[in-house]
């Protein structure tokens, strides 16, 4: 017999949508009883709806249907949204914000729409569901919306609906009214997704009146502590409101949704009070994630979860190093957009949070760990850093002056080239490493050498520092080492920097990202002999006075430099570095003691 399968569309045959396990399920595969989990995955209110709103649930009946029409609801949350000039007639309930998105779909039919990844996956999931053309746009690096590309895209793709979320999900960021402005000029519907507008002091209301291709959703599963009762809504212009009303599920919220929703609406005064302290706790969550594990960089957020990059660590390591503790959080992979190295953490009670710190700096002692023969050297300790691959993340900056201004003698240098240059030592020194690499590319070709280090260097510099209004690419460096670590091991050790290069350069990235008051000496390009001559290192053990240090660099030069002044070397592998197995190796048959995770959180262990 031929099977049921050949009925199903071949769109919907691999589709799937995975939400949040039940605590039933987790509890029984850890061995855990469920009151011992702390749930922080689903940015749900953790307080509850107040006892007030789940008698009036209890009260209603529910043995007939609800009104078709939703008359009761829609004109309280007209009432709520008053201010904005909303009446019932723009607004349509159902169940859970994801059925309006769905009732929008089939309404608009669209044969493209346009979503901003990361983003929320629903929207994905039921576009190609329905077999619409999903446009994913790149957010810009800051997870802000990249506005000019929303705009190519829906014109290019002729897209008659864009969904973008504010504050988004998974990345707390709002979409500023002036943006979303920009995009309602297009002919394009623009559905604007504020399910977490209550956490924040932004929202798309206002712009109602003026904008018919505006559509604001929300819902009570985030503020109202109303999850499990799936109920939300979307207010739009009246042309867009009645055929949603015409085409939902006659009776998409049923009798216990609308009670509940209609009793948090009667006391959203009480339940705004667990909104403010799921606020607060956010912030203080974000500030201890943010001073006290080094490895995580949590990204600012305007809704109640905070989400991480993890460093050094395989992020699906760290989610399930959590769950098999008992605390459970968010990994998304590749849902809604590439997220493969993050983590969410949703705000919860104070003791919610304290538990995951706890267990956060439980995982990270268990992989950051410092050698014993480094752990020995505490006492009168000095802590030395190189700073470019160190520090200082210059793949966007010096390597990339390197390769544009070895373009200018027809040579193409790639990351490769420069490790390989790195790797052989004597190389601290950019300009002469980019004269050598342009020539022996020359020399290979059989041409004569054209690269003079006085040329090179003006080359290299007006790339660098920038020209004619032109900006200079030491703008785009960025702080490897967690500034609050930085800070720690600061106030409890003498901490220095032996760099390549010239003060004035070292000194604005110093200042640039905050860490200035963390280094009381620094020694720079001219007033020592270069690295790997251990002049530098014992200049500025000489000036913090001490006898013993680690220096923490990233080629041979800064650990034979480290050795030849008797103290242990730490190596790191840069992120230009292609291959970071061999880079490592090479670090320690120079004479690394150990090689440090991309950050060096290990230092941790000296606080």
Known sequence: MASASRFVCDRVKNSTYKGVETLENIAASIGMPVESLVKLNANENVYGAPAAVLEEVSKTEHWMYPDPTQAELRAALSKLHGADGVTEQNVVAGAGSDDILDVVLRVVSPESIVICTPTFGMYSFLGKASGINVIEVPRLPDFNVDVPAVVAAIREHKATLCFLPSPNNPTGTVLPNADAETILKEDCLLVVDEAYADFCDTTAMPLLATHQNLMVCRTFSKWAGLAGLRLGYGVGHVDLVTPMMAIKQPYNVNTASEAAGLAALRHRDEIMVSVRALRAEKDRMFKRLTEEISWLRPVKSDANFVLNEVLGIPAHDVYQALYKRGVIIRYFGKQGGDLSNYIRISAGKPENTDRVMTTLKEIGNAHFKLAPEVMALKEGLGILFDMDG????????????????????????????????????????????????????????????????????????????????????????????????????????????????????????????????????????????????????????????????????????????????????????????????????VLTDCGATQVLSEGAHELVHFL
Request: aromatic share 4%; proline share 4%; glycine share 10%.
């Open 390 to 585: 160190v520090l200082a993340d210059v793949t966007h900056s010096q390597h990339a002056a390197i390769i544009q201004t070895a373009k200018l003698y027809g040579v193409e240098i790639g990351e490769e080239d420069i490790g390989r240059a790195k790797a052989k030592g004597n190389a601290n020194n950019d300009w002469q490493v980019t004269v050598d690499l342009v020539n022996a590319a020359l020399r290979e070709r059989g041409e004569p050498e054209k690269a003079e280090l006085k040329k090179v260097t003006e080359q290299w510099e007006a790339l660098y520092q920038g020209t004619d209004g032109k900006p200079g690419l030491w703008q785009v460096e960025t702080l490897l080492v967690d500034r609050a670590l930085l800070q720690q091991l600061a106030a409890k050790y003498p901490v220095g920097l032996v760099t390549g290069r010239p003060r004035a350069d070292a000194e604005r990235f110093l200042t640039q990202h905050g860490i200035s008051d963390c280094f009381r000496h620094a020694v720079c390009l001219g007033e020592a002999a270069s690295k790997p001559v251990p002049d530098g290192v014992k200049l500025c053990m000489e000036k913090l006075s001490v006898k013993t240090a680690v220096l923490v660099g990233d080629t041979p030069d800064d650990i034979r430099a480290a050795c030849g002044a008797g103290i242990v070397g730490l190596g790191v592998v840069a992120p230009t570095e292609v291959d970071k197995a061999a880079a490592a190796k």
